[in-house]
C-alpha cells in the first residue's frame, strides 16, 4: 500500500521530524511517499505562479497513494503553503466531476505542541469540495480513516503516536 504523507509545517525539524523517523522506524510493507511543503513552492490561487511551482508534483503523487495523512500544525490557524495546496486542490476540484481525490482514504491530524487538535473543519472543507459531498449540513466521514472523537485522552495529547496507530490500523 502506498502512503503519502503532507507534512503542512513550515519547518522541517520537531514535530514533524520526530514523526516521520517514527514512520521510518515501522516494520511495515507500506510505501511512505514523504511530502514536506516545507520543501515546496505552492503558488496560492490568484497569485502569478512560482518559478518551479511543484503543486502538479504533490496532486500527482497524492493521486497515485492508496492513502493520503495529512499532519497539519496549527499557524492561525493553518500554514500559509497548506492553504496554498488546499486553494490549488479546489480549483482542480471544485465544480469538476474528474476529482482527483474523489474516494481518496484520508486521515487529517491537526495538532498544536501541547495537544492534538479537532480537526472536524479541515475534514470538513476536504470533504466538501475536493470529496464530492457538496452537503452543508451533516459531514460524511466515510473516507477518512482517523474518526477519534478526543484522541488526546487515548494518545496523552501525543501526536505521533496518533499518526502511528493510524498507520497501524490501516
Do not use: W
Amino acid at each position: 500500500m502506498k502512503v503519502s504523507v503532507v507534512f503542512g509545517s513550515h519547518k522541517i525539524e520537531g514535530k514533524n521530524k520526530e514523526i516521520e523517523t517514527a514512520i521510518k522506524n515501522l516494520d511495515m510493507p507500506h510505501d511512505f511517499d514523504f511530502i514536506r511543503l516545507a520543501e515546496m513552492n505552492v503558488s496560492p490561487t490568484l497569485t502569478p505562479l512560482y518559478e518551479n511551482d511543484m503543486f502538479e508534483n504533490i496532486l500527482a503523487r497524492m493521486v497515485s497513494a492508496d492513502v493520503v495523512l495529512l499532519v497539519i500544525p496549527v499557524y492561525c490557524p493553518y500554514p500559509a503553503k497548506f492553504v496554498a495546496l488546499m486553494e490549488r486542490l479546489l480549483d482542480v476540484s471544485y465544480l469538476n466531476s474528474n476529482k482527483p481525490l474523489l474516494g481518496k482514504k484520508t486521515a487529517i491530524v491537526y495538532y498544536c505542541s501541547t495537544k492534538i487538535c479537532d480537526e472536524r473543519p479541515i475534514k470538513t472543507l476536504f470533504q466538501k469540495y475536493l470529496m464530492n459531498d457538496y452537503r452543508f449540513d451533516i459531514p460524511n466521514y466515510e473516507n477518512y480513516i482517523n474518526n477519534e472523537i478526543n484522541p488526546n485522552e487515548k494518545y496523552d495529547n501525543d501526536v505521533t503516536k496518533y499518526v502511528i496507530d493510524i498507520l497501524k490500523n490501516l
